[in-house]
């Protein structure tokens, strides 16, 4: 994936580049050559090859971005089996694995979890005496993972989370996406980022731009403008769909209706 990046900020530079440089020579080409000279036509020449290599860098980045996704899909795969621990009160000499299935058979309802399940763990970072690094943990039997991940609400309150060990940019997208909408209505499931958009509506995401395209298709708004309109959509679906609210009826409105009335009669 780092290879592939850096080919990918490789050819977004030299676009830049290129477009800078053929930018120059054609203002200087336009104003050094004379409309009467028989090299006139090298600037629609140019302006030919200009396009033509602009179009092959497009079709470079093109086909970097789709070698990116596929490479994001298959290191998504390879890390199934892979859960990160976050909370873990770190020791000297800890023996880590003990210590990881003591934290979850402490707080989870899987009893039989034990050392046997777990292929290895490892805390991940340099040591922090403020801070304990989380811990990667990889299980041998992925129905033995899910019933851990699936069982995480226990560790609510203990200061012990559950998170999946997403790619770079899955998890730059999931970080976006927390920011955006909120913690709450932000989640992960087999590397897949659910979120729930202020429509309602749940959007799969894997990149951070599909987290920046789910406001711009829906409309939405801010979070925090729309506490006060969410309330009150919420009344109105509370009460079976219809609304509730007054509407002023104008002064002019009831003599005009009593006139009606009298001219039905005669």
Known sequence: MTDIKTIEHSISTLTEHFNERMSEFQRVLQTSAPASSPTSNIAAQFGSFRVFVLAALESLQMQVQVLSRQCDVMETRSRRKMLLLHGVPEAQKETLQSVVVQALTDHLDVPELTDTDLSFCKRLGKSKNSKPRPILLKFYNLTQRNKVWFKKIGLKGTGITLSEFLTKDRHDAFQLARQKFGVSRCWTSDGAITVL??????????????????????????????????????????????????????????????????????
């Open 197 to 266: 958009g202020l429509d309602g509506k749940r959007h799969t995401i894997h990149t951070v731009a599909e987290v920046r395209l789910i406001g711009s298709k829906t409309g939405d708004s801010p979070i925090a403008s729309t506490s006060g309109a969410a309330s009150q959509v919420g009344a109105v679906q509370s009460s079976g769909g219809q609304s509730h609210i007054a509407v002023p009826v104008s002064k002019s409105s009831k003599p005009q209706t009593d006139k009606h009335k009298r001219s039905a009669r005669r």
